[in-house]
């Protein structure tokens, strides 16, 4: 569990370095396209895969593997193609069900 953790938590950083890289445009446009718009989504895709087994849920473990799906898959595509844009919807859909996991603490 732990070590699973270190590992998500590496990735997420990993992800958002890449993110930042297409925002502030340190790189040539078509590098800061591919992670920012492609590496970003497979990184975020793969920690999801990762965080998925670990749900207390089982109907939210298998919807969160379909948000890493979505995630990854959409960033393959050509980001000229409309249907690209399910990266996104897996996105928030993986985000959205981190945080409804989230162990609820009562004093």
Do not use: D, H
């Not at 718009?37 to 109907?59: E, H």
């Not at 193609?81 to 897996?90: A, C, D, R, V, Y």
Request: glycine letters at 8%; charged letters at 10%.
């Amino acid at each position: 569990m732990k070590n699973q953790q270190s590992t998500q938590g590496i990735l997420s950083i990993v992800a958002l370095l890449c993110l930042a890289a297409g925002w502030f445009n340190f790189f040539s446009p078509e590098i800061n396209l591919l992670l920012s718009r492609k590496v970003f989504y497979v990184l975020i895709g793969i920690s999801f895969f990762l965080q998925a087994p670990f749900l207390t849920n089982k109907n939210f473990m298998y919807a969160m593997y379909g948000a890493a799906v979505l995630c990854i898959v959409g960033a393959l595509f050509p980001l000229e193609w409309k249907i690209s844009g399910i990266k996104t919807l897996g996105l928030l859909a993986g985000i959205i069900l981190s945080f409804t996991n989230r162990p609820t603490y009562r004093q």
